[in-house]
């Protein structure tokens, strides 16, 4: 079974550049994550998508953040204009239940 | 706000010995998970556990949620260089899957 898959695996950017990252979902999983990793800390859920819809962005950035899950399969995460502190790891994860699968993350530098 | 804090941040021993991770907080949660996350990689999730009290083992791991469902371990026993990450636990608050995550306790196992 392949696993989620998540591209580009790395970005470098100048601050107030805009940058977007994908990701592929296990096949048949309703549910679709974006979570903010920055190093040294455990990741933050930014956004979470039942199907096509959302069911949790509290925590996303919404200035500066945006996602979209068109046809509740693949997603984007976009950031527009990048600040420093958005430098992390942005890990994409699906789940058919409790059980969540994260993909390899896109690590993003931010200069 | 919900806040996991894993202890310790890092440790490092030898091949063979036994170690504890823990995992605290003042929130109740209806379920918790432990995963591992290798360098350049996402989370792989452990185990899940849910009854307070509840005792799980994986081979050489041993976890326990408290009773109050608040706080939570994870025992390896006979640590070998295999066992080398970032361990995190991450607690359901209830509802929807989402997953609140702690900030981590990174083991190094060294022969």
């Known amino acids: 079974e392949a696993g989620v898959a998540q591209s580009p695996r790395y970005k470098i950017i100048e601050k107030r550049q805009s940058v977007a990252f994908w990701c592929n979902p296990i096949?048949?999983?309703?549910?679709l994550y974006w979570y903010q990793q920055i190093l040294g800390q455990g990741p933050k859920l930014l956004i979470q998508?039942?199907?096509?819809?959302?069911?949790?962005d509290s925590q996303l950035p919404k200035d500066r953040f945006s996602a979209e899950r068109l046809k509740g399969v693949d997603s984007t995460l976009k950031i527009q204009p990048a600040k420093l502190e958005d430098s992390a790891v942005y890990l994409c994860?699906?789940?058919?239940?409790?059980?969540?699968?994260f993909g390899p993350g896109t690590r993003l530098t931010v200069l | 706000t919900q806040l996991l804090e894993q202890s310790p941040q890092f440790l490092s021993i030898q091949e063979g010995e036994n170690l504890t991770v823990y995992c605290n907080s003042s929130?109740?949660?209806?379920?918790l998970q432990w995963y591992r996350q290798e360098p350049g990689e996402g989370p792989v999730l452990l185990v899940t556990?849910?009854?307070?009290?509840e005792v799980k083992k994986l081979k050489r791991l041993t976890f326990q949620f408290g009773d109050a469902r608040k706080d939570s371990s994870l025992h390896i026993t006979a640590a070998q260089p295999g066992d080398t990450g970032l361990y995190l636990c991450?607690?359901?608050?209830?509802?929807?899957?989402?997953?609140?995550f702690g900030a981590g306790t990174r083991l190094a196992v060294h022969p």
């Open positions: 994860a699906s789940s058919l239940g409790q059980k969540q699968f």
């Open positions: 096949s048949g999983h309703a549910t």
């Open positions: 998508f039942q199907n096509n819809g959302v069911v949790d």
């Open positions: 929130s109740v949660f209806s379920s």
């Open positions: 556990v849910v009854t307070g009290g």
């Open positions: 991450a607690g359901a608050p209830g509802g929807y899957n989402k997953l609140i």
